[in-house]
């Protein structure tokens, strides 16, 4: 039984200077080839599920999922709900079992969402599991622009709210298919002289892997969401197998074809945010 909550493997990161993959799960596929790279890569792993995965699979199967995972492996998993919008959202994923809660409350004025966000730390640590805030907001390649974290308000965001693990917004993008990105360093530094929350990246996907490795020594960003990346790697694995046998029909031998090539670049991500 390896299941850990964030703080549990973003402090240690903290302090010796590595970050941690948050990688996105569509499915079963995913989220077993994610656990067997951390293993051969001998190192945590955190299991995200997102709108997009929870719009497919209830919670409650997601959870069980997750845990059963994390049972099984020999490295901490953490069961993490990805973009929580509501407090419902994040009491059905407690009770689904998950162990760490990201409320999004980036959309709304700051006043409300360091209300909203306390209200779920303190659900959250009620019951021992962590909690991720957002402060600032991160756009969407094609969608929604970002707004810029101010270092200010991640601080005061940061005290108000206890929070575990805080994303923060530096020039990261959602859905990001190529990495040419690149994040805003000197924000960065300004951020982290005034809070010592762990900070996460989410659309990691975007950052050039270079960035991400220096970043993930050298700084307080303990934890980068890579979804766009890998969902590519899967998509690509599926079509192959899908177009290698045209009267193939089994589901479940198609699929199989994914697992190798998923969990070589989930390896390859998780290996680049070691210190
Ligand atoms: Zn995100």
Not at 140 to 153: H, I, L, Q, V
């Amino acid at each position: 039984m390896t299941l850990v909550t964030l703080k549990d493997v973003l402090q240690p990161a903290l302090r010796d200077g590595y970050a941690v993959g948050g990688l996105v799960c569509l499915g079963w596929e995913d989220m077993r080839a994610y656990v067997a790279a951390a293993e051969a890569e001998n190192c945590p792993v955190i299991l995200q599920a997102g709108p997009g995965c929870r719009a497919h699979t209830p919670l409650p199967v997601l959870g069980k999922m997750f845990r059963h995972l994390a049972e099984e492996a020999t490295v901490p998993v953490v069961a993490h709900l990805d973009h929580g919008y509501t407090y419902d959202e994040c009491s059905e994923a407690l009770d689904a079992g998950f162990t760490s809660l990201m409320f999004d409350g980036s959309r709304k004025p700051l006043v409300d969402n360091i209300k909203e966000t306390l209200q779920i730390v303190e659900m959250a640590h009620r019951s021992g599991i962590s909690c991720e805030g957002e402060i600032g907001f991160v756009g969407y390649s094609g969608g929604e622009e970002s707004a810029g974290t101010d270092p200010g308000e991640a601080a005061q965001f940061a005290a108000e709210t206890g929070v575990d693990a805080m994303a923060i917004s530096v020039g990261n993008v959602h859905l990001q298919q190529d990495k040419e990105g690149g994040l805003d360093e000197p924000r960065i530094a300004a951020i982290q002289a005034m809070t010592s929350v762990p900070l996460v990246i989410h659309g990691g996907s975007g950052v050039p892997i270079a960035q991400r490795n220096h970043l993930a020594k050298n700084t307080n960003i303990c934890k980068f969401n890579i979804g766009t990346e890998l969902r590519m790697a899967f998509g690509a694995a599926m079509r192959d197998a899908v177009n290698s046998d045209p009267e193939r029909f089994d589901r479940v031998s198609i699929l199989k074809e994914t697992h190798d090539p998923v969990m070589a670049a989930a390896r390859t991500v998780l290996r680049n945010l070691k210190g």
